[in-house]
């Protein structure tokens, strides 16, 4: 069974930072890009950071420069490092991975991060 589960979401001020890790299922990390997306109340879910098998990584305009997506081969892990956080960046965290294979995509459930101004 696939299973993406993340952790590491909490709530700061404005400036802090945050680190989220997303633990993948054996079979399906070393196939498969993984990502991380979010997703504000009544907001539709916005990719935030991509890092492909090989290590290529690729994110959006408002993050670049304060989030970094790093994956940890031998753990099955990626990471999602958060600094300057803004009350912008409030919301539910997912973590995602595409088999780069099938092309089939797993989510985790989620994990909130909320930043105060």
């Known amino acids: 069974q696939v299973q993406l589960v993340e952790s590491g979401g909490g709530s700061v001020q404005a400036g802090g930072s945050l680190r989220l890790s997303c633990v993948a299922s054996?079979?399906?990390?070393?196939?498969?890009?993984m990502g991380w997306y979010r997703q504000a109340p009544g907001k539709q879910r916005d990719l935030v950071a991509r890092?492909?098998?090989?290590?290529?990584?690729n994110y959006a305009d408002s993050v670049k420069g304060r989030f970094t997506i790093s994956r940890d081969n031998a753990k099955n892990t990626v990471y999602l490092q958060m600094n300057s956080l803004k009350p912008e960046d409030t919301a539910v965290y997912y973590c995602n991975a595409i088999n780069a294979i099938s092309g089939n995509r797993y989510w985790g459930q989620g994990t909130q991060v909320t930043v105060s101004s």
């Open positions: 890092i492909t098998t090989g290590g290529t990584t």
């Open positions: 054996e079979s399906i990390f070393s196939i498969s890009a």
